[in-house]
Each structure stands twice: as C-alpha cells, then as structure tokens.
C-alpha cells in the first residue's frame, strides 16, 4: 500500500531514488506500484488544467479512439500533437494526463516533475511522454528529464520527449488522424482489399492506386478511394514515407498492421 501524505505536493524528507505521487493522496515507490498492479494511464490528473484569460496556449480535449466516450485533457496544440502521434505509433489501451507529480533528489532539497502523458499499450508496455518545445527546454527541464527517462529505464517503460510539432512527419500523422474513425461497411467492402492487394507485391504511387481502384469499382470514387488509403495509412495497415511531403508520387506499401504488427 502506497504511503498517505498529508497534502498535495507535500515534500517528501529525502528521496533515495524516486517517488511517485498519485490524485488520491498515496505515495508509492515505482516498484512497489508496478507490484500492486496499478497503471498510471488509468490514474486521475494530479492538478487542475490550466485555463485562465489572455492565456497564451490553447487548452482543450482530444477525443480518443481507445473508448468511445474517452476525452483526454491537453493544454497547449503542442500537447495535442504528442497525443495525435500517441495514438498513431503506439496501439493504446489507456492514456492520462498528468496522472503522478514525480520526486527525485541529486543534491540539496527534492524536486519534483509532472509527467504530461502516460499511455498503457494493449501490450502491456508503458509510453511516457513529456511534451516541451525545444524552444523551451531549459537546464532545469534537461535536469528532470534526464532522471524520469532513468526511471522510466529502470522500469523497462519507454520515455519521449516531444520537442517537434512543426516537422513534416507530426503534419503528416495529423492529416491522416482525420480519418482516423472506422470505415463506413460498404466503403471497407468496395475499396479495402483492392487497395492492399495492389501493395502486396509492388508499391505502387499513390495515383496510381487512385486511379486503379476508382476504375475497378463500379462508380468508383478517387475521393472515395484517397479517404480509405488516408485510414489504411492511419491504422498502419499501409506505410508511406511520412517524413516528406505525401503526394501523388508518393510510394505506398503494406504496413506492419498488415503483416502482423503494429
């Protein structure tokens, strides 16, 4: 049973390795957290959102595929694009934000870190991500990033820290997260498998699928046919290069959802 602590943010004494503290007032050693079977992605936020007038950032919530009725919180379009880029390189079970306020001590008084995101994969691995522009990383930030990516290390846990959401490829996983809802039935049924089938023993250009799908189908729709490529590419059961700009010329080929992965 994780340790009770008289208030939020209560400082703890000395901290040997690191100490992770949860909404409901319990304090736990990583290790014994992980043993008592409690996964931080379903734990509650540890704060309040930020949300006040003139601020700069732009809160909100992203609707997530993981359940339904799942809205996870962000606070600034940065944090919504590491969520958006969450859900398309990782398959998700559960993901929270701010769930722990996490201690640490290197020399003089303990400090603490909230981590942004934390995602539990279907499985049973855990994304931890904190999410600063490089713009905005700071000795302080490389300070506790450096110990909660030691933590995460030794929890066999994957740490990212996302400081691009200006790249191509975050472009890229946002253009496709549009598509990102299931299919219609009878769009699966008419576009799916000629689509796959024509990137099972070529990789064909993204025209080229266009053109040959659309004129296979009866009434076939190019629009149609580039909406069912765009969810194929965002449920990785197509691949495409994604760190330069997606076109017509494009290269499509099977993704590792297709082949048995992820």
Known sequence: MGELIPFPGFEPARVDTWLI????????????LVDAGIHLADCPPVRARHNFPGMLSKPGWYWSDV???DLVIFESLAERDALTVLHFEYD???VAWTPCR???QDTGKPEYHELDFVALCTNGDTVVADVRPADRVND???RKSAWTKDMCDALDWTYRHFDDNQSQYVANVKKLSLHARPLEPQLADWYVAP????CTADSPAIDDVLIAVAKGVTDGDVLLVWHVIQHLLWTRRLATDLHGKVGGDSQLMLGPAALGGR
Not at 21 to 32: H, N
């Open 102 to 104: 996490v201690w640490h």
């Open 21 to 32: 503290d949860l909404a409901d007032g319990t304090r736990w050693e990583p290790f014994d």
């Open 67 to 69: 359940e339904p009725d």
């Open 195 to 198: 689509v796959l089938d024509l």
């Open 140 to 142: 302080k930030f490389r």
């Open 92 to 94: 998700l079970a559960a």
